[in-house]
Structure formats: C-alpha cells, structure tokens
C-alpha cells in the first residue's frame, strides 16, 4: 500500500498532519515540456507549480496514461476542484512543496479559480481533439490483437472460475473478495504470478513479496503466461463500478497520509504495479491490512491464505483494528473513477 518514495502524479497533492490543521502539500506537475500548438484553445493559467503546461504536453498525457479517454481526465481535474473546495471549507492550508509556498484564505480561491480555468482548457481540448480517422489506417491485426486479449481473458475468466468470486466483470458481491475491475493489469499480473508459486518451507527465507491461496492457487496454478496477460487486460478494460454520488470527498484519517504516496489521494494509483483502492470492498481492505500486520514481525507467510510484502508489512505493523477499519472505510467510500 505504501512506498518509501513520491512521485509526482497530475493530482499533485500529498497530505500530512499539522497541530489543528490539515496541510495538503502540492508537488508540481511534471510533464514533459512540450512546445504548444497552435490552437483555438486559451492557453492554460499561469500557476507555478505546474510547470508551463502546453496543450501538445496534455494531448500526449491523455493519449499515454488515459488511452485518450478525456472525460478519465476531466473527472480527475473536477475531483481535485471539489477537494481544494473542501480545504478551503475546512479553514486548512495548501503547502506547494517545490517553493515553501503557503496558500489559505483568497490564496486557495484563487487557485481554484485557476483549476475551473484549466478545467476550461481541458474540455476546449478534448472537443478539438476529437480527429477523423487517418487516410492510411492502422493495419487491422493490430487492432483485432488488442482486442482479442480482453476477449481471451474473458473467455479464460469464465474456464478457470474467476467470475464465481469476482463477478461477470470484475465486481464482486462478496464483500470479503476484491472488485478486478479497473484494476492495474500489472499489479494483477504480479499477483496472480505470486499465487502460482508453491509455499515456502519452513525455514526458506522470505521474498520481498510472498502471497498464498488456497483458493487462488489451485485456479491459476496452470495459466500460461499468455493466458496470465489476457486476464489482467480483461479485468483492467472494466469498469470499476457505477459513480458514486460524491458531493465532497471523505476527510483523509491520518493513517492515509502514508498510504496516498503510492495509492493515490483518491485511491487511484500512478504506479502501474501497485493497487488502486478506490472504491474496493471494505472487507477485503481490511483483510488484507490484518494479515500484513500479521507478519510484519514474523515474515511468516508460509501458511495458505498469508500475505507478505515489504513495505506493507512494515506500514502496518503498528495499526491497531481501529485504525484497520478507518482505513478501509477511506478508501472505500472514494469513487473508483
């Protein structure tokens, strides 16, 4: 759930507690600086911390990170609008890490004013990048291939039993077995790899990482590598469930702040290979925390149904159950797009 490290994501915002206050401290954006292109399009406010955005710089962001998903991008601006909204409710303050630069009170309208304004520059964006389709057309075996995977891991869902826990498409009605859909196909690949491999013995040193099912590991126990593929792409292709209506997002428990680094402030991950939260079965969460906490000291995860991991292991080692449900409550109640 956590990593020792930050990287920069376009919400930009990392939270960490203060005597009576919340301070949200925003690192820059760090695009890849691009000349602009000449467009109808306003130009993008002048904010500092976002580090000269251009329009050529976000076309390609959404084209890489959103596969052109526009509207993907849009909500993450709007969710961000209505956090800094709640900051400014709250009486809290904004920290831009880059330059010690404190905003409260107008400061923190001031930049909300600025995101409706970029928000206006996304929208102009998305319409003027809708482009017909190019003369000389992609060859038509790339297209099928990338289609046909998530077709192949549907197919291979339904062979080897996924839905019967995880839904038809990702989402389960078992509060203690976690939604697939939406999720990081990385994240899922590394994982399933993790359930196919046999216990350690009892004094085999540990991995960094070791995870073991007695559900999962007799179902996956023989899927290519192909077929393991094909599965994260079906599952990640998904929606991750209906919106949530969200007048304002959850208030952060201090337990989360180490969390956001890699999950995200929303839940949504920048980490291909790490976990979106969002909107995940509270259950689950809370399994999954309890038996990182479990072998936190002993590095035990030789037993069916034990999970290790060397950064999880350590940030939850001091949870207490309270704390355990808190988080799961958090993370739960974020809407997964």
């Keep these: 759930m956590f990593l020792p490290f930050y990287l920069k994501s376009v919400f930009g915002v990392r939270l960490a507690p203060v005597v009576g206050l919340m301070i ?38 959404v084209g890489t990170k959103h596969g052109g998903d526009w509207d993907a ?101 078992n509060p203690s077995v976690p939604n697939l859909a939406g999720q990081n196909d990385l994240y899922l690949i590394k994982q399933i790899k993790e359930f196919q491999k046999p216990p350690r013995k009892d004094l085999a040193p540990v991995g960094t990482i070791d995870r073991h099912s007695k559900v999962m590991g007799p179902r996956v126990k023989n899927l290519t590598d192909v077929e393991i593929w094909n599965l994260a792409s079906f599952y990640s292709s998904r929606k991750c469930g209906p919106k949530k209506a969200q007048s304002t997002p959850p208030s952060v ?44 000291n002993t590095k035990n995860a030789v037993g069916e149904d034990q999970r290790y991991h060397y950064i999880m292991a350590e940030q939850a080692r001091g949870l207490s159950d309270f704390e355990i449900v808190q988080l799961a409550d958090f993370f739960t109640g974020l809407n997964c797009r």
Aim: proline residues 7%; hydrophobic residues 35%; contains cysteine.
């Design 253 to 296: 428990p201090d337990q989360a702040m180490a969390c956001i680094k890699c999950h995200g402030l929303m839940g949504t991950s920048i980490f291909p290979e790490v976990p979106n939260l969002a909107g995940q079965n509270k259950n689950y969460i809370i399994r999954q925390l309890s038996a990182f906490r479990k072998t936190a």
């Design 73 to 173: 991008y849009i909500e993450k601006w709007q969710r961000q609008l209505k956090f800094v909204q709640n900051v400014y409710d709250r009486g809290s303050i904004i920290v831009v890490s880059a330059d010690k630069i404190r905003l409260k009170g107008e400061d923190i309208l001031t930049y909300r004013e600025n995101i409706e304004k970029r928000l206006d520059v996304i929208r102009c964006l998305a319409r003027t990048s809708q482009k017909p389709q190019p003369a000389t057309p992609l060859p038509q075996v790339t297209k099928d291939r990338s289609k046909s995977n998530s077709t192949a891991g549907g197919l291979t869902a339904k062979a080897v039993g996924c839905i019967k826990c995880h839904g038809n498409n990702g989402l389960s009605e």
């Design 24 to 61: 949200v401290i925003l690192v820059p954006l760090n695009l890849t600086t691009v000349k602009p292109a000449h467009s109808e399009c306003p130009p993008f406010p002048d904010v500092a911390w976002w580090n000269d955005l251009s329009h050529d710089n976000v076309r390609k962001y």
